[in-house]
């Protein structure tokens, strides 16, 4: 038997999960540990038979239905050395495969503070037998039955007393009826817009054959960088497309570290090859205002409104989007055009300063087109479609 003490390091944890203490799939591990929902961790035998690798299995309590069967982590370790390193992970959950959901992240804090060569030997049946024949699943019952409030004992000393005394039938009918309407609520009502044209446009941004032609490139890139990826780039889609609209500092974090619309031009036309000074300036880059700006901005609103009103079509405001297939890139539209709720185009507002004092005949050239002196349009042949 092997006597050293072996546990993945915390370094190695945050290797692998690809994140920081800010990042949910971080914390919210941890508050899964913390509760007591790892119910078993052990090694099973490798069906690969590599050697220095150790195969471990771990069940889970669901957190949404923690009386329902458990989830089933599964993964390996590279044992060369007393720092094992985590090779891949798979949860049952319905984001465990992409390796880093919460619940592989509690068996991994698990593994940082339990000797792994100290591990039950599980077998195939008790893998199946676990859950259901042992005294977990009584236990876990009776740990998370739902109580009353006032049964706690946080919130007894707080329980007023009765000021009057009814009947246990007229108890009843007052909580079976608090909220509810004479007029039920027609569902339609109460459906979040939103959030469907936000999922609309990732998934549209997601099916371009652009897009999965340049997430098919393969390119070589150091660890250092691939971490650093990692790390920085972790935030789900959909969620940046949300928060960024709301917060403007959230928007600036996002963009930071991405190629995104309105600065690829000057990367696509960069000619000198000092890239640690480049690198500085597109990552820092320095906050300008100027009236230009403060132009655009006042106007920005009226143009999107003058734009609907002529058009007669539906146009939905939105943050940063980033495909899911390409994390690196991202673009920010003064709008996404709908029309029957399928988004077809990207609204780009452009508000020229020579406006205040001129025609419009005068911005526009013979075709009906800008100006070249009004708008550079080379980062359109970067945009795509």
């Known amino acids: 038997?092997?006597?050293?003490?072996?546990?993945?390091?915390?370094?190695?944890?945050?290797?692998?999960?690809?994140?920081?203490?800010?990042?949910?799939?971080?914390?919210?591990?941890?508050?899964?540990?913390?509760?007591?929902?790892?119910?078993?961790?052990?090694?099973?035998?490798?069906?690969?038979?590599?050697?220095?690798?150790?195969?471990?299995?771990?069940?889970?309590?669901?957190?949404?239905?923690?009386?329902?069967?458990?989830?089933?982590?599964?993964?390996?370790?590279?044992?060369?050395?007393?720092?094992?390193?985590?090779?891949?992970?798979?949860?049952?959950?319905?984001?465990?495969?992409?390796?880093?959901?919460?619940?592989?992240?509690?068996?991994?804090?698990?593994?940082?503070?339990?000797?792994?060569?100290?591990?039950?030997?599980?077998?195939?049946?008790?893998?199946?037998?676990?859950?259901?024949?042992?005294?977990?699943?009584?236990?876990?019952?009776?740990?998370?039955?739902?109580?009353?409030?006032?049964?706690?004992?946080?919130?007894?000393?707080?329980?007023?007393?009765?000021?009057?005394?009814?009947?246990?039938?007229?108890?009843?009918?007052?909580?079976?009826?608090?909220?509810?309407?004479?007029?039920?609520?027609?569902?339609?009502?109460?459906?979040?817009?939103?959030?469907?044209?936000?999922?609309?446009?990732?998934n549209n941004a997601s099916q371009s054959i652009t897009m999965m032609q340049l997430s098919s490139v393969e390119v070589t890139i150091e660890n250092c960088c691939k971490n650093f990826l990692l790390i920085n780039l972790n935030e789900d889609p959909a969620v940046i497309l949300e928060t960024t609209k709301l917060s403007q500092k959230e928007w600036f974090v996002q963009r930071k570290f991405r190629i995104t619309g309105s600065r690829i031009y000057e990367i696509f036309t960069y000619s000198s090859n000092n890239w640690i000074t480049k690198n500085d300036r597109y990552f820092n880059p320095k906050n300008i205002t100027n009236k230009f700006i403060n132009h655009g901005l006042k106007y920005e609103e009226r143009a999107r409104n003058c734009f609907i009103d002529n058009f007669k079509v539906d146009v939905c405001t939105c943050g940063l989007i980033v495909p899911h297939n390409n994390n690196w890139l991202g673009y920010s539209p003064d709008g996404v055009v709908f029309v029957d709720n399928k988004p077809i185009a990207l609204l780009e507002i452009k508000c020229p300063f020579y406006g205040k004092s001129l025609f419009l005949d005068y911005l526009m050239d013979l075709s009906g087109k800008a100006k070249q002196l009004i708008v550079k349009y080379g980062k359109n042949k970067n945009n795509g479609n």
């Not at 799939?25 to 119910?39: D, L």
């Not at 592989?104 to 940082?112: D, G, Q, R």
């Not at 009057?164 to 009918?173: A, D, G, P, V």
């Open 1 to 202: 038997m092997d006597s050293r003490v072996v546990m993945v390091s915390i370094n190695d944890y945050f290797m692998y999960m690809g994140g920081n203490t800010n990042s949910r799939r971080i914390y919210e591990g941890e508050e899964v540990f913390n509760a007591g929902h790892v119910i078993l961790c052990g090694k099973v035998p490798s069906e690969k038979d590599v050697k220095d690798t150790v195969t471990i299995h771990a069940l889970c309590l669901q957190t949404s239905s923690l009386q329902s069967a458990p989830h089933t982590i599964q993964g390996e370790l590279n044992m060369t050395s007393n720092r094992p390193t985590v090779l891949n992970m798979n949860c049952s959950c319905k984001s465990g495969s992409s390796g880093r959901c919460k619940h592989i992240s509690a068996v991994l804090i698990h593994c940082t503070r339990n000797n792994i060569n100290n591990f039950e030997q599980l077998s195939q049946t008790d893998l199946k037998c676990k859950w259901s024949t042992a005294n977990v699943k009584s236990n876990t019952k009776e740990v998370y039955k739902p109580v009353e409030i006032k049964a706690m004992p946080c919130f007894q000393k707080h329980w007023p007393k009765p000021i009057i005394t009814i009947s246990k039938e007229m108890e009843k009918n007052i909580l079976e009826n608090i909220g509810r309407r004479v007029e039920p609520i027609d569902d339609s009502r109460i459906i979040n817009y939103q959030d469907i044209k936000c999922n609309l446009i990732l």
